[in-house]
C-alpha cells in the first residue's frame, strides 16, 4: 500500500448531463445544486478528483428514499467497488430520477470510502415540482 495519503476531492456536484456507463467519458456538468428536481431521466451526483491512490479500491454507495421494488419491498442501497485507475483519476458517482417519480422524493445520500474510512458525502433533496 502506498505511504502517501490519498487526495479527494468533489469537484462538480449537481446536475448533469445523461451518463452513459459504458464510456469512459463522463458526464457533463450543467447545475451546481443539491436540489433535484424529480423529472425523468434528470442526472444526478457529483464528480470527485483523487489523488495519490493509484490501483487502491473505492467503494461506493447511494442511499435513496424507500424506493420499492417489484414485489414491493425496499431496495437495499447501491453500492459496489471500483478500481483506481491513475494516480491522478476522476469519477463520477450519480444515479437519475426513473417512472414513477413519486417514490424517488427524498434525500438521496452518495458516499465514497477509500481504506475503511469516507472520503466524499454529499446529500441530495429530490423534490417534486409543482406548477
Known sequence: MSK???DVSIIYSGIFSQWDNQ????????????????????????????????NQVLTYCIY??????DQGNVRPPFDGT??????????YLGDCIWAPV???VGNW?????LNGK???????????QTT
Open 4 to 6: 502517501l495519503k490519498a
Open 23 to 54: 464510456s469512459d467519458d463522463l458526464p457533463r456538468f450543467l447545475e451546481a445544486t443539491i436540489h433535484v428536481p424529480a423529472i425523468i431521466d434528470t442526472e444526478f451526483g457529483f464528480i470527485v478528483r483523487i489523488k495519490k491512490a493509484k
Open 64 to 69: 435513496h428514499p424507500d424506493i420499492p421494488d
Open 82 to 91: 471500483v478500481f483506481i485507475k491513475e494516480n491522478d483519476w476522476r469519477f
Open 102 to 104: 413519486s417514490n424517488k
Open 109 to 113: 445520500r452518495m458516499t465514497l470510502e
Open 118 to 128: 469516507i472520503v466524499a458525502d454529499k446529500t441530495f433533496k429530490v423534490y417534486t
